[in-house]
């Protein structure tokens, strides 16, 4: 049983480049979220999916854009990355929802933005 | 505003001694306070949840407690072993409904001395 898992756990983007990161739950769970964290500051929700087919913004969407794909992937879209979107990002999933339950983070995913 | 502040910042003790973590917050309607051990490079994982009712859960030498009354959580950690270096992250949530209503604190750092 995987859990939730990332991919790629690293990457180097220039200024202007796009790319995915890539995330699937093999738990069944009907949430899953994206979250970044920078140093010293609290995880920060990018964007979540509280079932399949549906998405909304969290606290931190500009410059990024989410689909989910399916019940077990979400992804998250950057479309002309920037040095201020150098973070880790983490996948998470949650059974019902994380407002109720707890939240499975996958390993992340090392972003620089040069 | 809500807001969870946690203390300290980093801690470092010897292997075998106890410790307390503490998480203070300012959020509401409460729902429920969880805290999570996220070792380095890695995400985190879930040690417990409370809610409204419950003042203390345990999950082996880690001992959490909640204060409604004061908004005070406290996480204990038993005969401190190597493997408990990580950082421990309070999260609470305002309330059932929205899962963009929960709020993480910036984690306490904690390193175990041999």
């Known amino acids: 049983n995987a859990g939730v898992t990332q991919t790629p756990k690293f990457q180097v983007l220039k200024t202007g480049q796009s790319m995915t990161l890539q995330c699937a739950q093999d738990?069944?769970?009907?949430?899953m979220y994206w979250y970044r964290q920078d140093p010293g500051m609290g995880l920060r929700l990018i964007y979540y999916s509280a079932s399949e087919g549906t998405t909304d913004k969290g606290e931190v969407p500009n410059g990024y854009n989410v689909s989910r794909l399916n019940k077990r992937e979400f992804s998250l879209r950057l479309e002309s990355a920037a040095p201020s979107q150098t973070s880790v990002y983490f996948c998470a999933s949650s059974p019902q929802g994380a407002s109720r339950e707890k939240l499975f983070f996958g390993s992340g995913t090392q972003l620089s933005v040069l | 505003k809500n807001q969870v502040e946690q203390s300290p910042q980093s801690l470092i003790i010897l292997e075998g001694k106890n410790c307390t973590l503490q998480?203070?917050?300012?959020?509401?309607?409460?729902?429920?306070l969880r805290w999570y051990k996220q070792d380095t490079g890695r995400g985190p994982v879930s040690l417990t949840i409370?809610?409204?009712?419950?003042n203390t859960k345990s999950n082996g030498r880690y001992t959490a407690t909640l204060d409604a009354d004061t908004k005070q959580s406290s996480l204990h950690i038993t005969a401190s072993q190597l493997s408990d270096s990580a950082s421990y992250i309070c999260v609470v949530s305002a309330g059932l409904v929205r899962d963009d209503k929960i709020i993480f604190g910036k984690g306490t750092r904690l390193h175990i001395l041999p």
């Open positions: 998480c203070n917050y300012t959020v509401s309607p409460f729902s429920n």
């Open positions: 409370m809610t409204f009712s419950e």
């Open positions: 738990m069944n769970h009907n949430s």
